[in-house]
């Protein structure tokens, strides 16, 4: 079940060289895309969550919350992308960037820093494992030009089958570039992930993203 890319490749073999004590070609087949719709079931449910961070800020007493988006972070995602079909998916992309986009926003504004290198690799890892031809049939956006733009590209993208993803967090809207490029740098990914937040909530915020923001914390 880790890997039902390979169990369809025994179903093409048990289709080609049928053998008797064996699951059927067609039981294959159903195992493979059960796995996918229940590990892509699970993704969806983690980046919901992760939007609901987005309005709030991390404090000390949310170690309990902490612990589990960890563990989601440096385990669940990772193993999850092991089945090697899902790394094909310009869509799983998508929601892996709006899961690491909550937890920056998460941590922006917040007096405890939340991304550190034990989060930080894990996510350096699971972005590049997606080659440039599935990140490319994504389109990022900013929080600002995103709302601008949507109905200008929507029609164009919804023809061509592209997935948008809208970024909140100052820190992934500075990797843009990056996550658009077909050849990522880990290590300038790695450090711009754990830069210094805004962590000084006294700090008065710069820009249109961070005005944003702000705007957003305070109707909540």
């Excluded at 669940?76 to 799983?92: A, D, T």
């Excluded at 405890?112 to 990022?140: D, M, Q, Y």
């Excluded at 967090?169 to 711009?192: D, F, P």
């Excluded at 805004?198 to 944003?212: F, H, L, M, P, T």
């Amino acid at each position: 079940e880790t890997y039902p890319m390979g169990l369809g490749k025994l179903g093409d073999l048990q289709r080609i060289f049928p053998g008797s004590g064996r699951p059927s070609c067609s039981q294959l087949y159903s195992k493979v895309i059960t796995t996918l719709l229940e590990t892509r079931r699970a993704l969806e449910f983690w980046v919901q969550a992760s939007q609901v961070l987005k309005h709030y800020r991390h404090q000390k007493e949310d170690e309990e919350l902490y612990k589990e988006f960890l563990e989601i972070n440096n385990e669940y995602i990772p193993n999850l992308l092991k089945n090697q079909g899902l790394l094909l998916e310009p869509s799983v992309y998508r929601d892996l960037v709006l899961f690491y986009d909550g937890l920056c926003c998460w941590e922006e504004h917040s007096s405890t820093p939340v991304l550190h290198i034990g989060w930080v690799k894990h996510i350096v890892k699971c972005i590049t494992s997606f080659n440039f031809s599935v990140r490319a049939e994504v389109e990022v956006f900013d929080d600002a030009e995103g709302l601008e733009q949507m109905d200008d590209v929507a029609e164009e993208d919804t023809k061509a089958g592209k997935s948008r993803a809208i970024l909140c967090s100052a820190k992934m809207m500075g990797l843009k570039k990056i996550l658009k490029s077909e050849r990522i740098n880990s290590s300038t990914l790695q450090l711009q992930l754990t830069a210094p937040s805004q962590v000084d909530v006294k700090r008065n915020i710069e820009g249109e993203a961070s005005a944003g923001r702000t705007k957003r914390l305070k109707n909540i």
